[in-house]
């Protein structure tokens, strides 16, 4: 060999596609990455601010008053609770915990596409089941693909990107009929968008199943994207294996002091949430209106499944001005976001011949 050897594992992974960022003109709305739309709260700048000063020394590396914040909010022991550069970063920790090489992690597809690169990485084999046709995780198929190697499902709920979540009773048949040594990862990342009263309660599954974790993200309902911070809600035991391989200081500090003064001012916060909750069903309405079969979604996006034609409505809807997210050959994700952006959106799709 005359070069270094990439391990086949990762020059087989596929790429992870950002939103578009790019600005199209005075009018550009990003809606690519399912972020929140409001700017941060003035608490929230000014703990950032206060931090700004320390930044020549080392973060808290196990995030203590964070962890603690986090626990008190969820009614959860702060011995579970491992934070991490983004949820993304904690799944890969998470995996990298439990699985060994050839070991299988069972996934719905389409997903969150960090899932078959997260698994990639850890060595493991990823399993992908399909998801239903009206963009629902099929949990019996997920369950019937376990096999003596599975040592991780991952659901995804609500799902990104089709927006439905799972329900409750769907759940509770699926960890029924796992092993209890297959760990089961919700991951939550949208949680606080749910309204649907049949959906699954994470922290009431967590609390009677052992093998389940929770993820958690503060970039999505709690706005602080650019500032990188996920948790994961495990076991003790299991919650000191993600934090033994987790990266060191893997938190920063400014991070740190902005979620716990985001978590401070939840309610505040999760009043956005409702403005968006109610924004995502004004533009679903919307679309359904417009005759377009659009999954009912429980998160802060909504899907198009519009096959081939992905691609070409993403084009006319950034000429709009509008940023969405598309998936060659299969859909576009539309993010819900300020109320301009909503009605340039509808008009994009009530254009496009369907
Ligand atoms: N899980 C899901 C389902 C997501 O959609 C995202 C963000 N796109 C994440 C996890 C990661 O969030 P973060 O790393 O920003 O915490």
């Known amino acids: 060999m005359t070069q270094v050897q990439l391990r086949p594992a990762v020059a087989a992974l596929p790429p992870y596609v950002p939103g578009a960022r790019a600005l199209v003109g005075a009018a550009a709305f990003k809606l690519s990455s399912n972020e929140n739309p409001f700017p941060p709260l003035g608490s929230v700048v000014a703990a950032i601010a206060d931090g700004a000063m320390d930044v020549n020394r080392y973060p808290d590396m196990y995030a203590t008053e964070l962890t603690e914040a986090i626990a008190a909010h969820l009614g959860v022991n702060p011995a579970g609770v491992v934070t991490g ?189 409702q403005a968006v909750v109610e924004e995502r069903a004004r533009m679903l309405a919307g679309l359904r209106a417009q005759g377009w079969q659009v999954p009912e979604s429980e998160a802060n996006f909504v899907w198009l499944p519009l096959g081939d034609r992905a691609l070409a409505f993403a084009g006319e809807s950034a000429r709009a001005g509008v940023l969405v997210r598309p998936f060659a050959g299969d859909g576009v994700r539309v993010s819900v976001g300020e109320v301009e952006a909503t009605d340039l959106l509808l008009e994009v799709a009530e254009g496009f011949a369907r």
Request: glycine fraction near 6%; proline fraction near 6%.
């Open 85 to 273: 550069n983004g949820s993304v970063a904690v799944l890969g920790h998470v995996l990298a915990a439990v699985c060994d090489a050839g070991d299988e992690v069972v996934f719905p597809w389409r997903s969150f596409e960090a899932y078959p690169i997260a698994v990639g990485i850890a060595g493991a084999r990823a399993v992908q089941v399909p998801l239903t046709a009206d963009g629902r995780l099929d949990l019996p198929a997920m369950a019937a693909a376990v096999t003596d190697r599975t040592r991780v499902i991952l659901l995804c709920t609500p799902n990104n990107p089709t927006g439905p979540a799972v329900r409750a009773d769907e759940l509770e048949e699926l960890l029924d009929a796992v092993p209890r040594d297959v760990l089961v990862v919700l991951d939550e990342a949208y949680v606080e968008f749910v309204r649907d009263p049949l959906a699954a309660d994470g922290l009431a599954v967590f609390a009677a199943r052992p093998n389940v974790v929770l993820l958690r993200t503060f970039s999505k309902a709690y706005g602080l994207a650019g500032l990188r911070v996920g948790f994961a809600v495990a076991r003790p035991r299991l919650a000191a294996g993600i934090r033994a391989v987790s990266t060191p200081f893997g938190v920063s500090q400014l991070a740190q002091l902005a979620a716990v003064a985001s978590l401070r001012a939840s309610e505040e916060l999760m009043a956005r949430v």
